[in-house]
């Protein structure tokens, strides 16, 4: 039976993947919002950014899941 500590560390990169997501979702959203504010673009931007966000996301999602990341598997 592995001890705690060994199996917290063993999915600790897996425990901040919702985080991630989350957050590159909010900045394509907040960044596309600031744009059409700023170059009277509505909607357009937003969508762009919730799009651009949505890709980041997933694609820190997959790098995370598929071990890309992970320093110790390339040594």
């Not at 957050?23 to 959203?29: H, P, Q, T, Y």
């Amino acid at each position: 039976m592995p001890k705690f500590p060994e199996s917290l560390r063993k999915i600790g990169p897996y425990l901040n993947i919702g985080g991630v997501f989350l957050g590159c979702m909010v900045l394509g959203v907040l960044l596309g919002w600031w744009l059409d504010r700023e170059l009277s673009t509505r909607p357009w931007m937003l969508l762009a950014g919730s799009l651009l966000g949505m890709a980041s996301g997933f694609y820190h999602f997959f790098k995370i899941v598929l071990g890309k990341g992970d320093d110790k598997k390339n040594e």
